[in-house]
C-alpha cells in the first residue's frame, strides 16, 4: 500500500500535493529524502548558514572608517543560486549624528552568499552584493563581506561597502536570528 501511494504522489504535482500527507503520516516518522513532503520541506526550509524556519536576523553594528557612525538593519535569506550559496536581501541604515547635524544612507542590496561548515560545526561565509544606496543622491553600489556563526542565534560580519561615491565604509555588525 505505501509503495503505490509513493508511484501515485510522484506522478504529479497535483498527486504531490494531495499525497504527500500521507506517505509521512502513515510512516509517523520525519519524512526522509525519496518522499514528496521531505523536497516540500526543503523549498520552504532554506539551508546554509542562515534561517530555518523564519530566515530574518537583526543587525547591529558600527561602520568604523572613514567615520564612526551607527549600522542597524535586516536581512531576509532564502535558497541561493547554486550549491552552498544563498540569496540575502539586506535593508540597512547607517547614521551619522553630531553637533554639525546628521546623515542616513540606505543600502538595500541583493547579495549572493557562499557558506561552508566547520569541523567544529560552526559555519563561514563571504559574499557580495549590489544594490541602491539611497541617502541624499542615490546611487548604485555594492558591499563585500565574511563572517561567521557564533552560536546557533549569533554571528559576525564584517563589511565594505561602495557607496558609488567616496571611500568604501568599513563595518563591523552583530547578526541576531529572530
Same mark, same amino acid.
Given at each position: ?12 504535482? *497535483? @498527486?504531490?500535493?494531495?499525497? *504527500? ?26 539551508? @546554509? ?8 536576523? +537583526?543587525?547591529? @553594528? ?10 542597524? =538593519? ?16 539586506? &535593508?540597512? &541604515? ?5 553637533? @554639525?547635524?546628521?546623515?542616513? $544612507? ?23 552584493? $549590489? ?12 558591499? +563585500? ?17 561602495? *557607496?558609488?561615491? =567616496?571611500?568604501? $565604509?568599513?563595518? *563591523?555588525?552583530?547578526?541576531?536570528? $529572530?
Amino acid at each position: 500500500m505505501k509503495t503505490q501511494i509513493r508511484k501515485i504522489a510522484n506522478t504529479s504535482l *497535483a @498527486g504531490t500535493l494531495m499525497f *504527500a500527507p500521507l506517505v509521512s503520516v502513515a510512516r509517523a516518522t520525519e519524512p526522509e529524502p525519496a518522499t514528496p513532503l521531505f523536497s516540500l520541506k526543503k523549498q520552504l526550509d532554506p539551508t @546554509g548558514i542562515i534561517g530555518d524556519i523564519f530566515p530574518f536576523h +537583526l543587525r547591529i @553594528g558600527a561602520m568604523v572608517s572613514p567615520r564612526t557612525k551607527f549600522i542597524g =538593519g535586516v536581512d531576509f535569506t532564502t535558497k541561493g543560486l547554486a550549491p552552498n550559496f544563498n540569496t540575502r536581501i539586506d &535593508a540597512e &541604515a547607517i547614521v551619522s549624528a553630531n553637533f @554639525g547635524g546628521g546623515s542616513t $544612507l540606505f543600502p538595500v542590496t541583493v547579495n549572493q552568499v557562499y557558506s561552508k561548515g566547520l569541523i567544529g560545526g560552526s559555519q563561514v561565509y563571504g559574499g557580495f552584493g $549590489l544594490g541602491v544606496y539611497f541617502g541624499e543622491i542615490s546611487r548604485f553600489g555594492g558591499k +563585500l563581506f565574511i563572517g561567521t556563526e557564533l552560536t546557533r542565534k549569533l554571528g559576525g560580519e564584517l563589511g565594505l561597502h561602495f *557607496a558609488g561615491y =567616496g571611500d568604501p $565604509l568599513v563595518t *563591523a555588525q552583530v547578526r541576531l536570528r $529572530l
